[in-house]
């Protein structure tokens, strides 16, 4: 089993969030309303940190476990109920730190929550505290998981692009659709491509839903934050970052580069497309016409003005441009010196490699 130690994470000055109304909510709903308050107060307390990014990555893990030729139950909870046969998947590595910080919260509710609807409860909750992402859908009512997921259903980041878009197409995503999945990794870090750099943000600076993960990623890369060699890494533009063999590549495929390319100058297209994928996700396997809508449970997240801009030192010329059909706009460029993003405060022991 996971370990049940609860997170000491403080960040920055907390977002003060408005508790979820209980009035006029379906009887399914008011009675998630103490968990989804427990989960702001807390887990997130008010920051899009680490424990934001744990929950959100959960999201992704247990729903992409379902598949029309191996079977497995999607959105259901497995990766919970079934924590000790999951966690062992090499794809899930990072995941028992995750679970043993959002643990004890489902622990605590069981009686009221089933594992499938505390995970995805907990994932959209986790973009409150998000400056510029979306309110994402959340629908309540999954029975209790059958099994533990397959293994081999949950993309790697040395996977090629043919696997990712073949293994998202398995589950009717689009193209488009994957690479508005791929937002949430504006607020994301990794322990365990590098595991000598704990926390690395990826090519973007953390906490904040915005465009820099599509603008950086399209940077010729020259360094490694850490050592060189990892499986799924490549080199990055910016120092601190870590950037995803699977990020690079997805950014530059004709099939999704011309995608990639219009998030980075568009935020609120963005943040418009990733909230209807996120919630299909969070639908594989489970029928929405046996769920009731529990979204009144979700606070708004904070507006973002976005100014899609160049990191320091860096301009149109570093940008590897690859949408065949439109030219990567010249944007200003940050002032000052070249970044160097710090680590991303862990949660106690957590790792968050979404």
């Not at 046969?85 to 959002?102: K, P, R, Y």
């Not at 995503?173 to 949430?184: D, G, N, Q, T, V």
């Not at 943000?201 to 010729?220: A, C, E, G, H, R």
């Not at 997240?301 to 570093?318: R, Y």
Request: charge should be negative; proline fraction near 10%.
């Amino acid at each position: 089993m996971f370990n049940l130690k609860l997170s000491a994470l403080v960040f920055a000055l907390p977002l003060v969030l408005a508790a979820p109304s209980k009035r006029a909510l379906p009887a399914e709903c008011a009675k998630l309303a103490p968990v989804a308050e427990d989960l702001l107060e807390n887990l997130f307390e008010g920051v899009c940190g680490d424990s934001a990014h744990g929950a959100l990555r959960l999201i992704f893990h247990d729903a992409i476990g379902i598949s029309p030729v191996v079977g497995g139950g999607g959105a259901d909870g497995s990766i919970i109920t079934f924590n000790e046969t999951e966690l062992a998947f090499e794809a899930n590595d990072g995941l028992d730190d995750v679970l043993a910080d959002v643990g004890p919260f489902f622990l605590k509710h069981q009686n009221v929550i089933s594992s499938g609807d505390f995970v995805q409860l907990a994932g959209a909750l986790s973009l409150a505290a998000c400056p510029g992402a979306p309110k994402v859908q959340f629908f309540a009512g999954r029975p209790p998981p059958k099994a533990a997921s397959p293994n081999f259903l949950v993309p790697e980041p040395f996977n090629t692009t043919d696997q990712i878009l073949e293994r998202f197409a398995s589950v009717g995503f689009s193209p488009p659709e994957i690479i508005a999945l791929l937002s949430s990794h504006s607020i994301a870090g990794a322990d365990t491509v590098d595991p000598t750099i704990p926390g690395t943000p990826f090519d973007t600076t953390p906490s904040v839903y915005d465009t820099n993960i599509f603008i950086d990623v399209l940077l010729k890369g020259f360094l490694f934050p850490g050592t060189a060699g990892n499986q799924g890494e490549v080199m990055t533009a910016v120092n601190g970052t870590l950037r995803l063999q699977s990020d690079f590549e997805l950014a530059r495929d004709p099939r999704t580069a011309c995608v990639w390319q219009e998030f980075a100058t568009n935020q609120p297209l963005m943040a418009s497309k990733f909230a209807p994928a996120v919630l299909k996700l969070s639908l594989l396997g489970q029928d929405v016409n046996k769920l009731t809508d529990c979204s009144a449970l979700i606070p708004q997240p904070p507006a973002l003005k976005d100014t899609p801009e160049f990191p320091p030192g860096q301009f149109l010329s570093d940008i590897q441009d690859s949408c065949a059909v439109a030219r990567f706009p010249d944007l200003p460029t940050q002032p000052g010196p070249p970044l160097d993003i710090a680590p991303i405060p862990q949660a106690d022991g957590g790792d968050d490699d979404s």
